[in-house]
């Protein structure tokens, strides 16, 4: 059984710093991609960033890159999405996703392209 598990959520100050994490079972780690993705109320899933555990490839949309790095621990079948300088927009629920990346590669997919979700993890940023 494919199981995603975020944790790492909270309420914090503008300018602060979150760090999420994904735990991963039930499938292949390491041949992979892992997407974290947020949703604000009365807004559509947005992608945030992803990487691709095959070869470490990671990216990001536009308004996080300088601030949130995801990377990914294979012995512990954990992504993590560090998030700096946080900022009130960047209150959303996030989500991780999972999917079998075909053998040319993968990049910021939408959630439709993702096959394994985790349940969420609420991140409030105040300002």
């Known amino acids: 059984e494919v199981q995603l598990v975020e944790s790492g959520g909270g309420l914090v100050q503008a300018g602060g710093s979150l760090r999420l994490s994904c735990a991963a079972s039930?499938?292949?780690?390491?041949?992979?991609?892992i997407g974290w993705f947020r949703q604000a109320p009365g807004k559509e899933r947005e992608g945030v960033s992803c990487?691709?555990?095959?070869?470490?490839?990671?990216y990001y949309v536009n308004s996080v890159k300088g601030r949130f790095t995801i990377s990914s621990d294979n012995a512990k079948n954990t992504v993590y999405l560090q998030m700096n300088s946080l900022k009130p927009d960047d209150t959303a629920v996030y989500y991780c996703?999972?999917?079998?990346?075909?053998?040319?590669?993968?990049?910021?997919?939408?959630?439709?392209?993702?096959?394994?979700w985790g349940q969420g993890t609420q991140v409030t940023v105040s300002s």
């Open positions: 996703a999972a999917v079998r990346p075909p053998t040319g590669g993968w990049g910021l997919a939408p959630a439709r392209k993702y096959d394994y």
């Open positions: 039930g499938f292949t780690f390491g041949d992979s991609a």
């Open positions: 990487i691709n555990n095959n070869d470490g490839t990671a």
